[in-house]
């Protein structure tokens, strides 16, 4: 049986289905006793980011981890290597919906008129703060970070004029872009986009002192990972002017709750954490990830 905990392409979910059996429950994590009971069960999980494949999970006995998606740190990646529990991230596979989702999001906080919409329902009539708006041609991408997703948003950004300035230290080259230090991205770009994996390095490292050394008016966009940015720094730096804005996909605690720092911010983009995640990519993810499970349980 594979069990599959969060939501995936209903055509690929039937795939496996003539495959084997499935148990297919889109919103298991929210239920963590009823996901430990199941997976005693499950040859193999699939899985996204919410669920947390780790501590006594790993014994239940499955022999792989599909995950809808690239990023790990949800689960214990040393713990499934001491488990002989391989696992399958969806690499590749929603490469462009991020990088799209960075320049587009980019573009929107630039312009800025884009906000006007309740002003205008209201009977007002903004058009001299909405032609105040900014032009993303000539302006600087700084990438902090040059893996596949950073290397199509350098590519896509460069399609409409801009100018790439990237930093990674362990990057051998850099296609597409200048290669500068963390410190000149961060302190000369107008949109600064991130894409690191949150580790004890990267945990927090954009705090006041960095986002109060950036270049007054530039945009941030963390698509990456939650906990790499301090939230409530960059919302001050939003409210007080600062920073020209920000868009987040990605949040220290994830879902949001109530006890968290953005409302009434300026300037600021949340999305649920669907940067990766459009009909097109859903579907090349899910496929995937499908065939490298059945592939490993030799349902190919």
């Known amino acids: 049986m594979i069990l599959i905990t969060e939501f995936m392409d209903e055509a690929w979910v039937d795939w496996l289905r003539d495959r084997c059996e499935i148990d297919y429950q889109p919103d298991l994590p929210d239920f963590p006793e009823e996901l430990a009971e199941k997976a005693q069960m499950a040859q193999a999980l699939i899985v996204r980011n919410r669920t947390q494949v780790r501590g006594d999970l790993l014994y239940a006995g499955f022999s792989c981890v599909g995950r809808l998606g690239v990023g790990l740190d949800n689960i214990d990646m040393e713990g499934c290597a001491e488990r002989d529990i391989a696992v399958f991230p969806a690499t590749g596979a929603n490469t462009l919906s991020v990088a799209e989702y960075v320049v587009t999001t980019a573009a929107m906080l630039l312009r800025g008129a884009y906000a ?137 605690s994830e879902p949001l709750g109530t006890d968290h720092p953005f409302a009434g911010v300026p300037n600021l983009i949340l999305t649920p954490h669907i940067g990766g995640v459009t009909a097109e990519a859903n579907a090349r993810v899910s496929e995937m990830t499908a065939r490298k499970v059945a592939a490993h349980l030799g349902l190919a």
């Open 116 to 252: 006007m919409r309740p002003a205008m329902e209201a009977g007002d009539w903004p058009r001299g703060p909405a032609g105040q708006g900014r032009e993303i041609a000539g302006k600087t991408l700084g990438l902090i970070g040059y893996g596949e997703i950073a290397r199509d948003a350098a590519r896509l950004g460069t399609a409409l004029g801009m100018k790439v300035l990237a930093s990674d230290p362990y990057a051998d080259d850099f296609p597409g872009a200048m290669e500068g230090t963390e410190e000149e991205v961060l302190t000369t770009a107008d949109v600064i986009s991130l894409h690191v994996p949150l580790t004890d390095e990267t945990r927090g490292m954009i705090d006041a002192d960095v986002i109060a050394a950036m270049k007054p008016g530039a945009v941030v966009i963390n698509a990456a990972r939650g906990g790499v940015v301090d939230e409530a720094a960059l919302c001050d730096a939003l409210t007080s002017g600062h920073l020209g804005g920000a868009a987040l996909d990605t949040f220290a």
